[in-house]
């Protein structure tokens, strides 16, 4: 297996080679292919992921050198950031993946853990079994949420914080395998009666089979539920097809963090058994690049905040488990692994994902960008049969100096030249690829912390400096075909306390405010006003509200604009 680090050049008068012949970097400012616009920002990352292993089948625990292969940003490691795991309804085999989960935490950066019940215990349910379905009763509502604290705490003691554990894995699927069944209207009234019981941790709600939020917006509706949960999640089983594949405007207008928490597709086994321990297989990239990575890029562009792909160890996941029929080595990192390595290993939790535009000679490219610890991401999936040579990208503020990885089906996560010039970035992006461009210098926003104990949010702002003047505005943007949800934040930045406030902004050219929370919208486009509610009139020195809207818009999906406070500038 090749092992290779991102080569960077920082140099505008280096060389670059293209398919073996050296090409001088352009010595001025080109036309961009591709340009970054930070000034517009959507959701951020939590993180990638994948499973421990769940079932029987699925092998043992992972040892600790395939959980640092997985976890770690190191040379031949995955960046992995969330790890899932289960909570068995039997206690005696909760220790199980302790350890595997604890050397996760300690070796990787940021690492969260998600736990997730496939059923509760036998004796709870109405049909008295842990397979087939069967309900929860009413009369174990209390037990639940004692059994789900139970090893939330037990984790705790085995020094591994739970960081976010769902309600219900897959409450619309009920199968002779560990299950339980659930309506949304059910989940919400246990969110709301007994979530908080399970203590230290963040709940979830949904994690449906094909991500339908008939499963979470009963909870996202309900004031009480929904300040009782940090996240919904979904599985993309069949959610492309259902139209589920998409935005989230009620969970984005909650600030409710949107995690795919499961997908597993190896369709490309009937081909033979042996491909998958060929790391140049035609059928096995194809599914790679063609399903499963514009799967994780489409994820990104719905706003969603997390992507947590089944078995991390597996014939056709990550790792190789040895299993002998299909040809893989057990802890050896697999072309899918490198290929979502250029999601997971460099955009990182608090990352946040900002807008790109392009220009035709990249239409072909599905490019999403991020912004975070002092660098701009890009990721560039090139599912089409042609390469682009000398794509221009563009990073407003000047570049100091850049990486370039790509994986395909002849290069695994390999260094590939990069020429700086200026604000501008050139790279050739091959045929049948994907890529990952990584930026140091150009103007950045901060990570966001989002721990397990405080309620995250959808798309957390792009903050101004603090600055004179007696109010400072943060926003986010999440935006989709001809909608978009708007989130504003107002903090006082004054020594007095401000009683009765209007916020004036102007709106994105094209777009109209359909709905709005926390404030009076008037009018609704254009220069806009927007009037407090009872509850958030006063803001104490130091002290911050957030509103939003929501709006159609005819392409412009930019954040509003130009705020003052009762008629003073904001910063």
Same mark, same amino acid.
């Not at 009620?250 to 490309?268: S, V």
């Not at 009139?537 to 604009?561: D, E, K, L, V, Y």
């Given at each position: ?109 940021? /690492? ?119 996240? /919904? ?339």
């Amino acid at each position: 297996m090749r092992r290779s680090r991102i080569l960077v050049v920082a140099a505008s008068t280096a060389l670059a080679s293209v398919a073996g012949v050296l090409t001088a970097p352009p010595l001025s400012a080109a036309t961009p292919d591709i340009t970054v616009n930070p000034a517009t920002s959507y959701q951020t990352i939590d993180g990638f992921g994948a499973a421990t292993p769940i079932f029987g089948g699925s092998g043992n625990p992972w040892t600790d050198s395939e959980t640092r292969t997985l976890v770690g940003t190191g040379e031949g490691e995955l960046g992995l950031s969330i790890i899932r795991t289960v909570v068995s309804p039997v206690s005696s085999e909760w220790g199980l993946y302790a350890n595997s989960l604890r050397t996760a935490k300690a070796h990787g950066s940021d /690492v969260r853990i998600l736990a997730s019940p496939w059923t509760a215990p036998a004796h709870f349910k109405t049909n008295n079994s842990r397979v087939g379905g069967g309900k929860l009763r009413t009369d174990y509502y209390d037990d639940y949420a004692e059994h789900l604290n139970s090893y939330v705490q037990y984790m705790k003691n085995q020094g591994v914080t739970i960081d976010v554990t769902s309600v219900q894995n897959e409450p619309d699927w009920h199968p002779d395998y560990d299950s339980m069944d659930w309506t949304g209207t059910e989940m919400r009234n246990w969110v709301r009666d007994q979530g908080a019981k399970v203590r230290d941790t963040r709940l979830m709600v949904g994690e449906s089979l094909r991500f339908n939020r008939a499963y979470s917006d009963p909870t996202l509706q309900d004031a009480t539920a929904r300040a009782t949960i940090g996240y /919904v999640g979904g599985h993309l089983y069949d959610a492309e097809n259902s139209g589920n594949l998409s935005p989230y405007p009620l969970a984005a207008q909650y600030g409710k963090n949107q995690w795919m928490t499961e997908w597993n597709l190896h369709a490309a086994d009937g081909n033979g058994a042996n491909i998958w321990g060929n790391p140049s297989n035609a059928a096995v990239w194809n599914e790679t690049l063609d399903d499963i990575m514009r799967t994780v890029h489409r994820s990104m562009e719905s706003g969603w905040s997390a992507y947590v792909w089944w078995y991390g160890r597996r014939f056709y996941s990550y790792i190789g488990d040895g299993d002998p029929q299909y040809g893989t080595t057990k802890g050896a990192v697999l072309r899918r692994g490198q290929a979502f390595a250029q999601y997971s290993k460099y955009v990182r939790p608090g990352d946040r994902r900002v807008a790109v535009s392009k220009s035709s000679r990249a239409a072909a490219l599905e490019v999403t960008a991020y912004q975070g610890r002092g660098k701009t991401t890009l990721v560039i999936l090139n599912r089409s049969s042609s390469a682009v040579s000398n794509a221009v990208v563009e990073v407003p503020g000047g570049v100091s100096t850049a990486g370039y990885s790509v994986t395909s089906q002849t290069l695994g996560a390999a260094a590939q030249p990069a020429t700086v010039n200026g604000g501008q970035v050139t790279v050739t992006v091959p045929a049948r690829s994907i890529s990952t461009i990584t930026v140091d210098g150009g103007p950045t926003t901060p990570p966001t912390s989002n721990p397990p104990t405080t309620p995250p949010t959808s798309a957390p702002p792009t903050t101004a400096p603090p600055g004179p003047g007696a109010c400072q505005v943060t926003t986010s943007v999440n935006a989709w075909n001809t909608g978009l949800v708007s989130n504003i934040t107002v903090t006082n930045t004054g020594t007095g306390a401000i009683d009765g406030w209007s916020l004036s902004f102007t709106l994105g050219s094209g777009q109209t405010i359909t709905s709005g929370w926390n404030a009076t919208y008037a009018p609704a486009s254009g220069q806009v006003t927007a009037t407090n509610v009872g509850h958030n009139a006063a803001i104490p020195p130091g002290r911050s509200t957030t509103i939003g809207f929501q709006a159609s818009h005819s392409g412009n999906n930019a954040a509003p604009r130009d705020f003052t406070l009762n008629g003073i500038g904001c910063t």
